[in-house]
């Protein structure tokens, strides 16, 4: 199993990280995907990164809800990053208007600039999608058919929007534990969504599966989300990982690589 998204670099885990990583070692979970959200917490994921080596990998990205009056800066930082080394991916990034649209024109451009590193770096990205689908794809469209690619992390849209993003080519959907709650449509959306089109994720600390919602979220908990997508399916769960686990490698390439 692969988690495609968490933060577990994050203060949430500061008291047991190791013990973290060593249960979700003992639940199958074979690579961790690390995903940035600015320079503060750029030095907190590399070091996780550099701990474990071929088991956590790092990507860098301006989070759309760190989009603020100094948002050139941090762009020149992940710039920097970009020329500096080889990153799994370009992520998180994206448009956000559930909590602050007043960044709005910000974040578009800063969403624009790192779609076009993705390019110029021949990386994938980590999208961040909330309230803001319509204006994602719109901002998408100027790419299409120029090989970008990457994933919808934490998709919960409906059947149409899924269908888009599978139309536009080269995209996954990230599957978290939303998928298990009660008050989710989720399920039944992906039962017309074929499963080589989506990836596993926890988004730990966050999104917590059922039956442990309320508290921390982390990546052995992709043993849960495999269960329920086995359901959803009506596939073995071996199956769904075999699935899931050839999609992330299609998409980060840098998975196959032990560091």
Same mark, same amino acid.
């Given at each position: 199993?692969?988690?495609?998204?968490?933060?577990?670099?994050?203060?949430?885990?500061?008291?047991?990280?190791?013990?973290?990583?060593?249960?979700?070692?003992?639940?199958?979970?074979?690579?961790?995907?690390?995903?940035?959200?600015? +320079?503060?917490?750029?030095?907190?994921?590399?070091?996780? %990164?550099?701990?474990?080596? /071929?088991?956590? !990998?790092?990507? $860098?990205?301006?989070?759309?809800?760190?989009?603020?009056?100094?948002?050139?800066?941090?762009?020149?930082?992940?710039?920097?990053?970009?020329?500096?080394?080889?990153?799994?991916?370009?992520?998180?990034?994206?448009?956000?208007?559930?909590?602050?649209?007043?960044?709005?024109?910000?974040?578009?451009?800063?969403?624009?600039?790192?779609?076009?590193?993705?390019?110029?770096?021949?990386?994938?990205?980590?999208?961040?999608?909330?309230?803001?689908?319509?204006?994602?794809?719109?901002?998408?469209?100027?790419?299409?058919?120029?090989?970008?690619?990457?994933?919808?992390? +934490?998709?919960?849209?409906?059947?149409?929007?899924?269908? %888009?993003?599978?139309?536009? /080519?080269?995209? !996954?959907?990230? $599957?978290?534990?939303?998928?298990?709650?009660?008050?989710?449509?989720?399920?039944?959306?992906?039962?017309?969504?074929?499963?080589?089109?989506?990836?596993?994720?926890?988004?730990?600390?966050?999104?917590?599966?059922?039956?442990?919602?309320?508290?921390?979220?982390?990546?052995?908990?992709?043993?849960?989300?495999?269960?329920?997508?086995?359901?959803?399916?009506?596939?073995?769960?071996?199956?769904?990982?075999?699935?899931?686990?050839?999609?992330?490698?299609?998409?980060?390439?840098?998975?196959?690589?032990?560091?």
């Amino acid at each position: 199993m692969i988690d495609t998204h968490s933060h577990i670099y994050s203060e949430e885990f500061d008291n047991d990280r190791d013990e973290v990583i060593q249960r979700a070692k003992d639940a199958g979970v074979t690579k961790i995907i690390l995903p940035n959200v600015d +320079s503060e917490s750029l030095p907190r994921m590399l070091s996780l %990164e550099k701990a474990y080596p /071929g088991y956590c !990998y790092a990507a $860098i990205g301006l989070h759309p809800t760190s989009v603020k009056d100094d948002y050139k800066n941090e762009l020149d930082i992940i710039k920097r990053e970009l020329s500096r080394r080889k990153y799994i991916a370009i992520g998180e990034i994206g448009i956000d208007l559930y909590w602050d649209k007043s960044f709005y024109n910000e974040q578009l451009i800063a969403f624009t600039q790192q779609l076009q590193w993705s390019l110029d770096y021949n990386l994938p990205v980590i999208i961040h999608v909330r309230d803001s689908f319509r204006e994602t794809m719109n901002a998408l469209e100027p790419f299409r058919g120029k090989g970008l690619r990457g994933v919808f992390h +934490s998709f919960t849209g409906s059947i149409e929007q899924a269908n %888009e993003i599978i139309q536009f /080519g080269g995209f !996954y959907m990230g $599957i978290n534990g939303i998928v298990t709650f009660k008050n989710s449509e989720l399920a039944d959306t992906l039962k017309h969504v074929q499963p080589e089109h989506i990836l596993t994720e926890t988004d730990a600390p966050y999104l917590t599966p059922a039956p442990y919602r309320g508290k921390r979220n982390e990546p052995a908990h992709i043993a849960i989300i495999c269960e329920k997508l086995s359901a959803v399916y009506e596939l073995e769960k071996e199956k769904i990982i075999e699935i899931t686990s050839c999609n992330s490698f299609n998409l980060f390439e840098k998975l196959k690589s032990k560091s």
